[in-house]
């Protein structure tokens, strides 16, 4: 089970971390993701991480003001995102695969999705 957290309403500039607790206890063998869906478009990939946090890969979009980490020890990825823009808005879902590292930028890798969490930038 997953539970994303941490999202509101911000303005343009402005960051926000975003959390997403799992339970289990394997938490550490999982890719981790972030996805994102605005109104009216289908869900995209932002960025995900390896299981021990070795290996990270972010969308060209977010590239340089998203940064994605995990604490094992907390069974917790988070979505640290800076400098946000108006085209951030939408509902941010984190996802776990437990697949091998590979092709993480797809949504058919992903075996479990949390609830999402609404983020939303003011210009």
């Known amino acids: 089970q997953l539970q994303a957290s941490g999202g509101g309403l911000v303005q343009t500039g402005d960051s926000l971390r975003l959390s997403c607790a799992a339970s289990?206890?394997?938490?550490?063998?999982?890719?981790m993701g972030w996805f994102r869906q605005a109104p009216g478009k289908e869900r995209e990939f932002v960025v995900a991480i390896s299981g021990r946090g070795g290996s990270t890969f972010y969308a060209d979009s977010v590239k340089g003001r998203l940064t994605i980490s995990r604490d094992n020890a907390k069974n917790t990825v988070y979505l640290q995102m800076n400098s946000l823009k108006p085209e951030d808005t939408a509902v941010y879902y984190c996802?776990?695969?437990?697949?091998?590292?590979?092709?993480?930028?797809?949504?058919?890798?992903?075996?479990?999705w949390g609830q999402g969490t609404q983020v939303t930038v003011s210009s």
């Open positions: 996802a776990a695969s437990t697949k091998t590292w590979a092709n993480v930028s797809a949504r058919e890798v992903y075996d479990y």
């Open positions: 289990g206890r394997t938490f550490s063998s999982y890719t």
